[in-house]
């Protein structure tokens, strides 16, 4: 039985490939249910309405009715990574560990859904919400990477020649985290609260009286800057110090993704925050995550530098000795 269920390496890093996008995808829906104002459109959980599973309300019903059945090909990905996990031939204890993270992170996202939508999706249960897919990718990323193939033999060189870059290169993930911190809670204050579609009243993060969304709009704008800035200068000493092309192509796509989510913050708050534009945002904030991710994982640990080469006079053997024990 358990030789029929063995997986091949290359076979697991399918799995593992499945489980990232579909955790990445769900993050893009839940965050449609939210824009659209369907936060309530199943104003119950786990059943969409005290009748059944499906709430014929409308469409803000099935959008959220909708993101609620993505749940099952997102959790089947997870616990699929999990399961095989044991059966990849060989198998590896940190794959096993962080296969197991994903099915309890989709476990951990349904119950703070449920009271999400229990308490009315309240600012710091739908910023909690958000955090917690940002954390359940993370483990996603790291099993999607450590599984390649040719990983575990040291195949995989690290991208950064020196400490140095990889410090450069590391250092801007902790500051993406603040940036989406600072995000969410920007979104928190904002007028997308979920319920608009409804006619729900969701109570908004107030902590600046009326000036909470510009000042949390303000706060998040300037990390997303400092992390801009601190990018171009990774990607500099990166280029300069014949850093690898993947890492290099790790950077770029950041800078890139920040520039993009740049010019895209300042026309959605220029124009009153359209719909569309927000969801985009959103979607693009998880997309420069995941690329973080990358950029961390592309750098490497660096090895040391290499053993000086040997002079003329050091390279013949040396003449072995009657003290020396025979092996």
């Known amino acids: 039985m358990r030789d029929r269920l063995t997986v091949t390496p290359e076979r697991y890093h399918q799995i593992a490939t499945a489980a990232l996008v579909l955790l990445t995808m769900i993050v893009f829906t839940g965050a449609a249910v939210r824009v659209t104002g369907s936060g309530l459109g199943c104003p119950t959980w786990p059943k969409c309405s005290q009748t059944g599973l499906y709430n014929p309300s409308g469409i803000h019903g099935i959008i959220e009715f909708s993101n609620r059945l993505f749940t099952f090909p997102v959790s089947l990905a997870a616990f699929a990574a999990a399961f095989f996990a044991f059966f990849r031939a060989p198998r590896r204890t ?18 703070l859904g449920g009271l999400t939508v229990l308490y009315d999706l309240r600012p710091g249960f739908v910023m909690g919400h958000y955090g917690l897919s940002i954390l359940i990718i993370v483990a996603a990323w790291a099993l999607f990477w450590r599984s390649k193939p040719g990983y575990e033999d040291g195949l995989i060189e690290p991208g950064a020649r020196d400490r140095l870059t990889m410090w450069a290169a590391r250092l801007l993930l902790p500051l993406g985290a603040l940036t989406v911190l600072a995000g969410t809670a920007a979104s928190a204050a904002g007028p997308h609260g979920g319920g608009k579609g409804t006619h729900d009243l969701i109570k908004r993060l107030y902590v600046k009286g009326p000036d909470t969304l510009d000042w949390a709009v303000t706060n998040h704008g300037t990390v997303a800057a400092l992390l801009g800035i601190a990018t171009l200068i990774a990607l500099a000493i990166a280029y300069a110090r014949d850093a690898s092309r993947q890492l290099l192509t790790a950077l770029a796509t950041v800078a890139v993704l920040l520039a993009l989510q740049g010019g895209l913050g300042i026309i959605q708050y220029s124009l009153k925050l359209p719909t569309g534009l927000v969801w985009t945002h959103v979607v693009m904030a998880t997309l420069t995550w995941v690329a973080l991710l990358w950029v961390w994982s592309a750098a490497g640990t660096p090895v040391g530098a290499p053993a000086a080469e040997p002079t003329v006079a050091s390279a013949s053997p040396p003449r072995a000795s009657a003290a020396t024990p025979s092996r």
């Open 94 to 111: 940190d794959l096993c560990v962080l296969g197991v993270l994903l099915p309890l992170g989709v476990i951990s996202q349904a119950v």
